[in-house]
T-cell receptor, first 111, second 112 residues
């Protein structure tokens, strides 16, 4: 079963604009991770935010976590065509840190 | 390159054949995970190793699937008597303790 649900399913923007993706989940978590996947390739780890953290930054990425609402958001600022990819949130909620992924948001950044 | 590697990258097989995939994790990582991803979906957990011990298996892992991690280094995932429904991308990930998981490029399996 998939715990995380990303919203929107697809997002199309112009280069230079900001992109915001949201993730909702159902159970208590240890941490939440965001990944990027280019078409047909493996996943690239972007950022991990722990359950006791509210916000984290990494370069042009900003992630927030609201455990009371069981939701997270990923903001990509000043987007580039190279940011075109699918973005997944994944929750770590179990004893062995197995990840549960959502279906992802497909981001298209046009030049 | 010191990332997670997987072999082969692509495998085409006929229904009923057996296939085996290999994953080489990042060398200092004691945790190894297998996931499966079908088109348009996020990855789904299959099984987890801590060192050489297989500690968790998903209900998705039918008895046709078996995984090993001898000596706590590389891991293999074997599918016996493949079915068309097994067609997917098989992803391996490794981590050190409970931290970020780093994924390999995946093995894309097509069962004809």
């Amino acid at each position: 079963s998939q715990q995380g649900e990303e919203d929107p399913q697809a997002l199309s923007i112009q280069e230079g604009e900001n992109a915001t993706m949201n993730c909702s989940y159902k159970t208590s978590i240890n941490n939440l991770q965001w990944y990027r996947q280019n078409s047909g390739r493996g996943l690239v780890h972007l950022i991990l935010i722990r359950s006791n953290e509210r916000e984290k930054h990494s370069g042009r990425l900003r992630v927030t976590l609201d455990t009371s609402k069981k939701s997270s958001s990923l903001l990509i600022t000043a987007s580039r065509a190279a940011d075109t990819a699918s973005y997944f949130c994944a929750t770590d909620a179990g004893r062995y840190s197995t990840l549960t992924f959502g279906k992802g948001t497909m981001l298209l950044v046009s030049p | 390159d010191t990332g997670v590697s997987q072999d082969p990258r692509h495998k085409i097989t006929k229904r009923g054949q057996n296939v085996t995939f290999r994953c080489d994790p990042i060398s200092e990582h004691n945790r190894l995970y297998w996931y499966r991803q079908t088109l348009g979906q996020g990855p789904e957990f299959l099984t987890y190793f801590q060192n050489e011990a297989q500690l968790e298996k998903s209900r998705l892992l039918s008895d046709r699937f078996s995984a090993e991690r001898p000596k706590g280094s590389f891991s293999t995932l074997e599918i016996q008597r493949t079915e068309q429904g097994d067609s997917a991308m098989y992803l391996c990930a490794s981590s050190f303790r409970a931290s970020e998981q780093f994924f390999g490029p995946g093995t894309r399996l097509t069962v004809l």
